[in-house]
């Protein structure tokens, strides 16, 4: 799945920009679970560092299903989930039917 989310990356446009980032926030901060969040932006990829409350792999599942509906554009959406260790990472990409596109690698511990 990796691999298909890097080739598919490719062909789309990846954004960043102001309205995402603030969405993104807003978005993350009406979640309970969440102690904190920290953003940054890279090469239009997002990486989302987030710290739960009480940490496990099935409440990060539970978050990112969260992330997932509430960021998804209606086109298409994927992502992979890796257990590293005391974190989950999920890379996690979405897009609009003009292949408009939010990228975001996020790693809950």
């Known amino acids: 799945m990796y691999k298909v989310i890097n080739e598919y990356?490719?062909?789309?446009?990846?954004?960043?920009?102001?309205e995402i980032y603030n969405k993104i926030i807003n978005f993350l901060k009406d979640i309970k679970d969440i102690k904190s969040v920290g953003v940054s932006e890279s090469f239009n990829r997002y990486v989302l560092d987030i710290k739960l409350k009480k940490y496990s792999v099935e409440k990060a599942a539970?978050?990112?299903?969260k992330i997932n509906v509430g960021l998804?554009?209606?086109?298409?959406?994927?992502?992979?989930?890796?257990?590293?260790?005391?974190?989950v990472r999920y890379r996690f990409m979405t897009s609009k039917e003009n292949k408009d596109a939010l990228y975001c690698d996020i790693i809950f511990n």
């Not at 990356?9 to 102001?18: C, E, G, I, P, S």
């Not at 998804?72 to 974190?87: M, T």
């Open 62 to 65: 539970e978050v990112f299903n």
């Open 9 to 18: 990356t490719a062909k789309v446009n990846l954004q960043a920009n102001d």
């Open 72 to 87: 998804s554009y209606s086109y298409s959406s994927l992502y992979v989930r890796f257990n590293e260790g005391k974190c």
